[in-house]
């Protein structure tokens, strides 16, 4: 049984396209979240929810917005997709936010924007 | 303000000796601490935490790191390097004071060699 899974594993689009990418979790966690992993492989935090509430929001443009139909999915749609959103896109969830909860990372999505 | 410094990009060992990584943190809060690794093309996975409880923390795999408050520290080690632990290590600080942060340092990519 997959913990954290996303969907596609790779997403190869024009410049201007719009996609999704969806991600479920089986854990029955109350957090999700999304990070970006850039080529040099630094990580950064896009968006959390907590009971389907946005509690984080860092410096992301606004063509990307996190959507949570419910605790065990968090979706990110991309409008306008642009060459420097070429990334791997991981989710994750954890029981809750505080610091001591373990993170549960998906496989990633592979984003290559043309 | 919060910050995470993994002092060495890349580390090589020989398979069999000790693996030392290194990680410097800052915070003006009290930190919840982390170590995940990243295999190739995989999500990341937990090794260890740190949350104000002992200073010396156990993990998965053998590893360990010791939280050192006096000089800002939470290294990471191994006493025998195995081929297996080939793979990008992140140090990570979570502070939950006042609002969220999650920060991941740079990443130390570790080569095994036989």
């Known amino acids: 049984d997959t913990a954290v899974s996303q969907t596609p594993k790779y997403l190869v689009t024009q410049m201007g396209n719009d996609k999704s990418i969806k991600c479920e979790q089986n854990?029955?966690?109350?957090?999700m979240y999304w990070y970006k992993q850039d080529s040099k492989k630094f990580l950064k935090i896009m968006f959390s929810?907590?009971?389907?509430?946005?509690?984080i929001n860092e410096t992301v443009p606004n063509r990307f917005s996190p959507k949570s139909p419910d605790k065990a999915h968090l979706n990110l749609h991309i409008n306008s997709l642009e060459l420097g959103d070429s990334a791997v896109y991981f989710c994750?969830?954890?029981?809750?936010?505080?610091?001591?909860?373990?993170?549960?990372f998906g496989p990633g999505t592979r984003l290559t924007v043309t | 303000a919060q910050s995470v410094t993994q002092l060495d990009s890349h580390v090589s060992v020989s398979e069999g000796t000790p693996v030392l990584l290194r990680c410097n943190y800052s915070?003006?809060?009290?930190?919840?601490l982390f170590w995940y690794v990243q295999h190739p093309n995989k999500g990341l996975q937990l090794l260890l935490k740190?949350?104000?409880?002992?200073?010396l923390v156990k993990g998965i795999n053998g590893f360990e790191a010791e939280f050192k408050k006096s000089e800002t520290s939470f290294h990471l080690t191994k006493p025998s390097a195995h081929m297996s632990d080939a793979a990008e290590y992140f140090c990570?600080?979570?502070?939950?004071?006042?609002?969220?942060?999650?920060?991941f340092g740079t990443g130390t990519r570790l080569k095994v060699l036989a």
């Open positions: 994750a969830s954890s029981r809750g936010l505080a610091g001591n909860y373990e993170q549960y």
């Open positions: 854990l029955g966690h109350d957090t």
């Open positions: 929810y907590n009971n389907k509430e946005l509690i």
């Open positions: 915070s003006s809060y009290s930190p919840s």
């Open positions: 740190y949350t104000s409880a002992a200073t």
């Open positions: 990570v600080v979570i502070t939950t004071s006042g609002t969220y942060k999650y920060i």
